[in-house]
């Protein structure tokens, strides 16, 4: 009996002194939570300046300086400020002219100040998200510039997860939520945190449709094959870019008309133009049916930023394939000579407008 | 699920919380069950796998220990080596040995065209096929009696720290302290803990950092040439160190947490002044494991085959370490992949060992008459004798990480050529470059200052506000300075 209590007494006090111990552990671990939060908040705005290998390996990775730039110009009171995708700044083999499409369009418009904010991959969503982060700051520029690159609607781009720019939205929307995710980006990105509302299996997953007809899904096209040249690369390539029927439904669509009935609200003028693409390889795999389908399609866009009320430059037929440089599929990246053409068409309006600013 | 992912940071705290509530008799199963989970994260069907290999080890263990007759008892020990050795090479060698025989075969014009199955090998297997075989030959050579909960023996091949790169853990060390009970160990846990960090840091901060300048370096080595190969190489060296101890630690303190003790897999194997040293420093579970269960075996073997003293003028102990370590080390490489780089690698290291017990006597001999007696307390010469041995190593490291025998033979040819271009890629990321070089010498730092005590040993004596401000700044720069790019455990791959 005695013995008993003994071991009675001797598990109370372990329990008692475990107790003890997990207290002080939570309190401890707590604290030391609180100033890792604390100090990883003050750290972050510092070395979110500092480019990673990372994001210099993958561009694809979020960078902080398009934003920063973009305050730049806004507080420069910037009359343009020109949007765009890598098809804006990529050059030609062998060209003379280093300068970019919006390069080419500021020195063609002397008389405005421009402002380019152009990134690999940057699509509509994204550019909505700019249209209404603008539109919320006092200095607002006169002239918006969105290029609609027709493979931006296929699920090759569309889908893509690298291709989200998830925290760049959740940077333009504002609140609480931009500076956690600004204080742990970083962290979040070392253990591998998946920012992208679709996962890559989603993704592969991803029906590619030529027209109506299922042609299969991402996974059976997205294997690089298109990277080496075939004839049957190349067809398959250009169905998986290029062959989609749009609808007014998609979701790019749908905020691209945002972003032009946004734009027009707060009397910014918007000019969006349809990039050049290369019709001529598109139709002679696809004769007939390249065409119809881009038309189709370039149609429906103009047909929607037309009841905005948006001036729209279609552009998609305009270049034949010498204007284009080359890389084992067709594309929409430009020679100097191409970049120059869509640059004139762009600044035409520009000078026309320029009454506009005046008055 | 990998260690530095935020489903682990999600996963390890639950399991946590869960285990310490449960009470002590059930923990196995919670145990069980994570483990499953977090083995099944990676591909469910593969769990399948795991469950039968895990069943037929059980039941030859449990027959092996009913029977006396030595007959019967090889029956089943056989039978588990079919099991276990069959899958593996199933997996893992398959395709390798097929094309192997299809090379070797081509040149004499012999039609051997086995289609290659092209299947990814279950994550882990190496490690708990080497776990069980351990248990199974214990049990027949009765160094061990067998487990007879089905349960806690599936957990012994499956559990969450180190199914995936180990440490390989004997069945007679793990098994009896899954039946204990571990209440919170204030000390116990917090130890566990600050390991996991500093793990964490090798592997985020120093391995994954490396192993960008690495990567690009040795997946186009034929860009490159000289300084730059060197650089990438030595890198090597230290990214794999990092890599696999930083997995280790993190395995260690996240047993330790729970109240069990994992076996050390590294004793700063840089700091080894031999060859030979080396091996007794570096992947310690594994070595031991080759050493009981091939080396002394084929040994033995050989000794007793030579009737003679001596054959051939060399003394018949002499043929049994040079035949078994050669054996032990050309299947050590086997073991890490089925490709004729590790293979190579493992053959080099068999012959280094050869050369140093070749010459032992000799060396022995012209280290005294040079250096004087006890030449290794002279640090000057102790120093010399570390750097000698951590070159020698990372030279036939290049086998082990080249993505072939052709790219391991360009860089070892090219590595004393191209000194004056400096190296462009270094140019480049010069920031990242620092990084990398100020976290490999803290970690060098540490070591130095660790030799006879663990790493938690040697925070814990310092005063509380110097450990705080260095956990603090182990955590942020893990947070801040790790790599984003997805670089998977290197041995987690065998």
């Keep these: 009996m005695r013995y008993r209590s003994f071991m009675f007494n001797f598990n109370g006090v372990r329990k008692i002194r475990d107790q003890m111990s997990i207290k002080k552990f939570i309190v401890k671990l707590t604290l030391f939570l609180v100033i890792t939060f604390f100090l990883q908040s003050l750290l972050s705005f510092y070395l979110l300046r500092f480019e990673t290998s990372a994001s210099r390996l993958n561009k694809y990775v979020f960078k902080f300086d398009e934003f920063v730039r973009l305050n730049n110009y806004l507080k420069a009171k910037t009359d343009i400020i020109y949007f765009g995708d890598s098809t804006i700044y990529t050059l030609g083999e062998g060209d003379k002219d280093e300068r970019t499409t919006a390069g080419m369009v500021k020195d063609m418009t002397p008389c405005y100040s421009l402002g380019s904010i152009t990134h690999a991959a940057y699509h509509m969503d994204l550019y909505l998200e700019f249209c209404r982060y603008i539109t919320r700051q006092k200095n607002r520029p006169y002239f918006i510039i969105i290029p609609i690159n027709m493979r931006s609607f296929s699920p090759e781009w569309d889908r893509r997860p690298q291709y989200q720019f998830e925290i760049e939205k959740i940077i333009l929307r504002g609140g609480l939520l931009k500076q956690l995710v600004l204080a742990f980006y970083k962290p979040l990105c070392v253990f591998k945190y998946n920012f992208s509302t679709i996962s890559r299996k989603e993704f592969l997953n991803t029906p590619v449709f030529n027209g109506s007809q299922q042609m299969g899904m991402v996974r059976d096209f997205n294997n690089k094959s298109y990277l080496t040249y075939s004839e049957n690369n190349l067809k398959n390539s250009i169905i998986y870019f290029y ?67 948006v001036e729209v430059l279609d552009l998609s037929i305009d270049l034949t394939s010498k204007y284009f440089r080359w890389v084992r599929y067709p594309n929409e990246y430009l020679r100097q000579t191409g970049r120059k053409y869509v640059a004139e068409k762009i600044s035409h309006i520009l000078l026309n407008k320029e009454i506009d600013k005046r008055i | 699920m990998l260690f530095n992912s935020v489903d682990f940071l999600l996963f390890f705290p639950i399991v946590l919380v869960l285990y310490f509530l449960t009470p002590g008799s059930y923990r196995w199963a919670l145990l069980l069950g994570a483990s499953y989970y977090f083995y099944m994260c990676w591909e469910p069907i593969y769990a399948l796998f795991l469950i039968t290999s895990t069943l037929i080890d059980y039941y030859c263990g449990l027959q092996m220990g009913k029977s006396k007759i030595l007959k019967e008892r090889r029956y089943y020990l056989l039978l588990s080596l079919f099991s276990n050795l069959g899958l593996l090479f199933g997996f893992k060698y398959l395709d390798f040995f097929n094309a192997s025989i299809k090379s070797l075969l081509h040149p004499f014009n012999i039609f051997y065209d086995v289609p290659a199955l092209n299947i990814v090998a279950p994550l882990g297997i190496s490690y708990y096929t080497f776990k069980k075989l351990s248990y199974i030959i214990d049990i027949y050579r009765e160094n061990q009696e067998p487990e007879r909960h089905v349960g806690k023996f599936a957990l012994y091949v499956s559990f969450f720290p180190e199914v995936t790169a180990g440490p390989i853990d004997r069945s007679k060390v793990l098994l009896p302290q899954f039946n204990s009970v571990y209440t919170f160990d204030y000390t116990r846990v917090t130890g566990g803990l600050k390991l996991m960090v500093w793990g964490m840091f090798k592997k985020v901060v120093i391995a994954d950092r490396l192993g960008v300048f690495v990567n690009l370096v040795y997946d186009h080595p034929h860009d490159y040439q000289g300084l730059t190969l060197v650089v990438a190489t030595f890198f090597f060296s230290i990214q794999i160190y990092a890599d696999f101890s930083g997995y280790t630690d993190m395995a260690i303190g996240m047993a330790q947490v729970m109240g069990y003790n994992l076996m050390d897999n590294f004793n700063r194997p840089y700091f080894a002044i031999s060859i030979t040293e080396f091996w007794r420093r570096w992947h310690i579970s594994l070595t031991t494991w080759l050493r009981d269960y091939l080396f002394l075996p084929i040994a033995y073997a050989v000794s007793r085959r030579i009737k003679r003293e001596r054959l051939m003028k060399i003394k018949a102990e002499s043929w049994a370490y040079a035949v078994s370590i050669l054996i032990t080390m050309l299947l050590c490489g086997l073991w890490h992949g089925s490709n004729w780089t590790y293979i190579i690698w493992g053959g080099l290291h068999g012959l280094y060992l050869l050369l140093s017990f070749a010459t032992r006597k000799t060396r022995k001999k012209w280290r005294k008459k040079i250096i004087g007696p006890r030449p290794n307390m002279k640090p000057f010469y102790k120093g010399v004798r570390i750097l000698f041995t951590f070159c020698c190593v990372s030279l036939i490291w290049i086998f082990f990480r080249a993505n072939s025998l052709s790219d391991a033979f360009y860089i070892i040819s090219h590595l004393l050529s191209g000194f004056e271009t400096p190296p462009a890629i270094f140019q480049d990321m010069k920031l990242e470059f620092f990084i990398a070089l100020i976290s490999v010498g803290f970690m060098f730092l540490v070591h130095l200052f660790q030799p006879h005590k663990g790493i938690r040993k040697l925070f814990s004596e310092k005063p509380l506000l110097f450990r705080w401000i260095l956990y603090l700044l182990l955590v942020l720069s893990i947070m801040n300075l790790g790599e984003f790019n997805e670089i998977p455990f290197i041995y987690v791959q065998f």
């Design chain 1, 243 to 309: 062959m989609y029927t749009l609808n007014r439904e998609h979701r790019k669509v749908k905020s691209m008309v945002e972003a032009a009935t946004i734009l027009t609200q707060n009397n910014i003028t918007a000019i969006f133009y349809i990039t050049p693409i290369d019709h001529e390889t598109g139709e002679k795999y696809f004769p007939g049916q390249f065409l119809k389908r881009l038309r189709h399609n370039t149609q429906l866009i103009c047909s929607l930023l037309e009841a905005e009320g």
